[in-house]
Antibody
Framework: QVQLQESGPGLVKPSETLSVTCIVS????????WNWIRQSPGKGLEWIGY???????NYNPSLKSRVTISVDTSKNQFSLKLSSVTPADTAVYYC???????WGQGTLVTVSS | DIVMTQSPDSLAVSLGERATINCKSS????????????LAWYQQKAGQPPKLLLY???ARESGVPDRFNGRGSGTDFTLTINSLQAEDVAIYYC?????????FGQGTKLEIK
């Protein structure tokens, strides 16, 4: 059974870079491609982007200029970086598999000074 | 982007009765190559990530009770929950995964009357 676990900083200051990592256990990271989704009260569920095990990515155009998703196959994990954050980026950040079956529990990231 | 619009935003149904949630996409999510609708339904309970209920508009994910049913094609879809149970209280989302950026409906809050 594939399990996903996000880890993040909890609190990020405005204009800084948010970094969240998702560890994949119980399966190979090569078995799927991997999504990042966020959920905030104001905007509901928003897809951020995905990455394949070989590093190929696809980003939401609304965030593309600020998003970088990377993968570390040796550690079976992938990461999200979102730069120049504002309070509007406050959300629960989820990772999910490409078949949408496996989701992490989510990590709340608050952007505040 | 494909815009997903759900109706109603909330509804209250008596235990044992039927709940119906609608989802409309701004463009068809039906693939001409495989005749599949790239439409999923999720259930999200408080403090939990979304849980996949149905994919391809009507295929039940493993372990999902058969009182959850999906239908529709192209741009118009329906989730029906028969014989409503207390544990079905949640927010329900539709999502298109036909083309990136993948997008979600705004959610429908289901309560017990």
């Amino acid at each position: 059974q594939v399990q996903l676990q996000e880890s993040g900083p909890g609190l990020v200051k405005p204009s800084e870079t948010l970094s969240v990592t998702c560890i994949v256990s119980g399966g190979s990271i090569a078995s799927y491609y991997w999504n990042w989704i966020r959920q905030s009260p104001g905007k509901g569920l928003e897809w951020i982007g995905y990455i394949f095990y070989n590093g190929r990515t696809n980003y939401n155009p609304s965030l593309k200029s600020r998003v970088t998703i990377s993968v570390d196959t040796s550690k079976n994990q992938f990461s999200l970086k979102l730069s120049s954050v504002t309070p509007a980026d406050t959300a629960v950040y989820y990772c999910a598999s490409s078949n949408w079956v496996y989701w992490g529990q989510g990590t709340l990231v608050t952007v505040s000074s | 982007d494909i815009v997903m619009t759900q109706s109603p935003d909330s509804l209250a149904v008596s235990l044992g009765e039927r709940a119906t949630i609608n989802c409309k996409s701004s463009q068809s999510v039906l693939s001409g190559s495989n005749n599949k609708n790239y439409l999923a339904w999720y259930q999200q309970k408080a403090g939990q990530p979304p849980k996949l209920l149905l994919y391809w508009a009507s295929a039940r994910e493993s372990g999902v009770p058969d009182r959850f049913n999906g239908r529709g094609s192209g741009t118009d879809f329906t989730l029906t929950i028969n014989s409503l149970q207390a544990e079905d209280v949640a927010i329900y989302y539709c999502q298109q995964f036909y083309t990136a950026p993948y997008t979600f409906g705004q959610g429908t809050k289901l309560e017990i009357k």
